[in-house]
């Protein structure tokens, strides 16, 4: 049931609720149905009676007697003739009290209660049009276009403010320059697209972009939500969707642009029983509009999802989505435009490093900069300074990536202390592990749920991983692990999302990736995205046996151990390192890369005198007591490993 036809049924019941009470209230209550006048007779007789009062009713001569006792107690007799009554009294000489018929005035009577029924019908029917109206205006216009248009004055957008997407952008110049110039393509055969499909994750900027093809056409620019299509009521969805292109018809040239179109272009005949007959009628009313489109009518259709994968297949042949435009998240040249691009009205320090920023944020979307931007801003004004400066990005960083630094919490001495060799121990893996570093800040601070974090900084975008990589971030996620069992001889769970992570990747490189050479280049992965409609358990289909499934965790378990093995080496390897960056951290909780990387350079060797020095023992080298002779520990102490 709809939310307004359920406000409906609550008002209708609180308004025959409040009659009933006005009706309860105003019929006089008896005290004893059962009294009767012989008994009336009776206790007259007796002298039990102390007052009488006799109230007329308007059918005259009916009334009411209330008879007190001289036990104050009293009694309601109902007679048909007051004037019987009257006469025993009169005859018996016994007082009584005979009230007058009491009239109302024609207004009170008639007038007030036909206006109190009228006030009432006025506000219940305003409750119901407000509540209809909250869902897309009053109930005779559901079937009219929810659909917003912004007219070229309004639209300030322009392919200036888009930053990071040359190539998407490229692909929108042509639907621009048609809208300004449809003559030059009509004239030799041409045929714009009628239809653009954004495609990416979110907040890559497909609105974005929307809008500023629409800024620089300066056409209209008609902006809908695939939501605001589908309502309970059959066939709504279809007559906003003929209204919609009927409006954007009579402003042609003009753009109409459906955000989340997922929400009703969904695969037809999808689901437990059949599809949402109301989803699917809208859909094929979309499908006739944007097919029947004339050459020179210049209705280009704009949609966005991040769910291309479960959209109709009818909606996305040539002549209708004809053209899909694919807005990934940007590289490092992109997140250095886009964070100039949100820096423009910010007044930045000249500490400020927008290329470093741009590498350190590798994986962020374009709304995640202006986000990250804008928080920097945010600290800067808390602290009453009128210009950004680097802190304050970094600040903004570890705040929208991992979580607010918690520096007031209370945290025991032993906790920090399994803090600092845990993240030490993901470090000294980042530094040594040449896919996977170099590090950027190591903190014990705690963010969020985490007791502190390792940041590594990205020397460049990648768009693939290989196996060296994968087995190496296998390697660092037991970094922490690793350093807690050898300082402690203990684990704690500060590593579960560690252990989490590293099972996820090889479990991947083997049924996902074919990385394993018993099992070879297969992929036994279950498909979770083919089977969208429908819940997971029953989606997902196993294709390979119970053999097979035991294979696939024996190949795990082994990488698992190789790797963890590895990483256990290199860190015994460097342990005075890892001993050196825990008491580090425990002086100053956050150190930078350059005071990290300082740890793994050696001593400065003691100078060579100028004479031989006298036979016999010398005094004891206090940077080597013992008199050992080997190497140093450090990055050249042991082989290049290969994993």
Request: charged letters at 25%; a negative charge; aromatic letters at 8%.
């Amino acid at each position: 049931m709809s939310k307004p036809f359920r406000g409906i049924i609550i008002y209708g019941v609180i308004i025959a609720a409040v009659f009933a009470l006005i009706y309860i209230m105003s019929t006089p209550r008896q005290t004893n149905d059962n009294y009767t006048f012989s008994e009336f007779q009776q206790d007259l007789k007796d002298n039990a009676v102390s007052e009488i009062a006799i109230r007329q009713n308007s059918e005259i001569p009916t009334g009411v007697v209330t008879v007190t006792f001289r036990d104050t107690t009293k009694k309601l007799l109902y007679v048909e003739n007051v004037g019987t009554i009257t006469e025993l009294l009169n005859e018996k000489n016994i007082t009584y009290t005979l009230y007058d018929v009491t009239r109302s005035s024609y207004f009170v009577s008639t007038i007030l209660p036909m206006v109190i029924m009228f006030v009432i019908m006025i506000v219940f029917f305003l409750v119901v049009s407000g509540r209809s109206a909250g869902a897309g205006g009053n109930v005779m216009n559901f079937g009219k276009s929810k659909a917003k248009m912004m007219a070229q004055p309004d639209n300030k957008t322009t392919f200036r403010d888009v930053a990071g997407l040359k190539e998407e952008r490229g692909e929108l110049e042509e639907v621009v320059d048609f809208l300004k110039a449809p003559q030059k393509y009509t004239r030799v055969g041409a045929r714009i697209p009628k239809g653009v499909l954004l495609v990416g994750p979110p907040g890559t900027g497909k609105t974005l972009l929307a809008r500023a093809v629409s800024g620089e056409a300066g056409v209209p620019f008609f902006h809908i939500s695939g939501s605001d299509f589908v309502e309970m009521f059959v066939g709504v969805g279809a007559s906003r969707v003929r209204d919609l292109f009927g409006e954007a018809k009579k402003n042609a040239p003009c753009i109409i642009f459906i955000d989340e179109i997922d929400a009703v272009a969904r695969r037809r005949g999808s689901g437990l029983g059949g599809g949402h007959d109301e989803r699917e009628q809208t859909l094929n009313q979309i499908l006739v509009e944007m097919d029947g489109f004339g050459v020179n009518e210049g209705i280009i259709v704009m949609a966005a999802t991040n769910r291309v994968d479960i959209l109709d297949p009818a909606i996305l042949r040539p002549g209708r989505f004809d053209r899909k435009v694919f807005v990934g998240k940007p590289d490092v040249q992109g997140r250095e435009e886009i964070l100039r691009v949100h820096s423009r009205n910010k007044p930045l320090a000249e500490d400020v490093n927008l290329e470093t920023v741009a590498k350190t944020t590798a994986g962020f979307s374009g709304a995640d900069l202006e986000n990250l931007m804008n928080e920097a801003a945010i600290n800067a004004a808390g602290q009453n300074r009128a210009y950004i400066k680097q802190e304050d990005i970094e600040k903004a960083f570890i705040k929208v990536g991992i979580g607010e630094e918690k520096k007031s919490r209370v945290i025991s001495e032993k906790e920090r202390k399994i803090t600092a060799y845990h993240e030490s121990g993901h470090a000294i893996l980042f530094h040594l592990l040449p896919e996977v570093g170099p590090v950027h800040m190591v903190s014990i601070i705690p963010t969020g749920m985490a007791g502190g974090y390792t940041m590594p900084l990205p020397e460049k975008d990648e768009m693939f991983n290989s196996k060296q990589k994968m087995l190496e971030n296998i390697m660092v996620s037991f970094g922490g692990r690793i350093a807690e069992e050898l300082i402690f001889n203990d684990i704690t769970t500060g590593a579960s999302q560690d252990i989490k992570q590293a099972s996820d990747i090889a479990r991947a490189m083997v049924t996902k990736y074919g990385m394993s050479e018993a099992l070879g280049p297969i992929d036994y992965s279950t498909s979770e995205g083919d089977e969208v409609f429908i819940g997971r358990d029953w989606g997902t289909v196993k294709s390979f046996s119970d053999a097979t499934s035991s294979m696939i965790d024996k190949e795990v378990r082994t990488i698992i151990d190789e790797c963890y093995q590895k990483a256990r080496d290199l860190i015994i390897a460097h342990r005075d390192v890892l001993e050196k960056c825990a008491q580090l951290l425990l002086e100053k909780e956050k150190i930078t890369r350059e005071e990290f990387e300082a740890l793994f350079q050696p001593a400065d060797p003691e100078p060579e005198p100028d004479s031989e020095p006298e036979q016999g023992p010398g005094p004891e080298d206090p940077f080597n007591p013992s008199g050992y002779d080997g190497p140093a520990f450090g990055p050249d102490s042991i082989a290049p490993i290969s994993v």
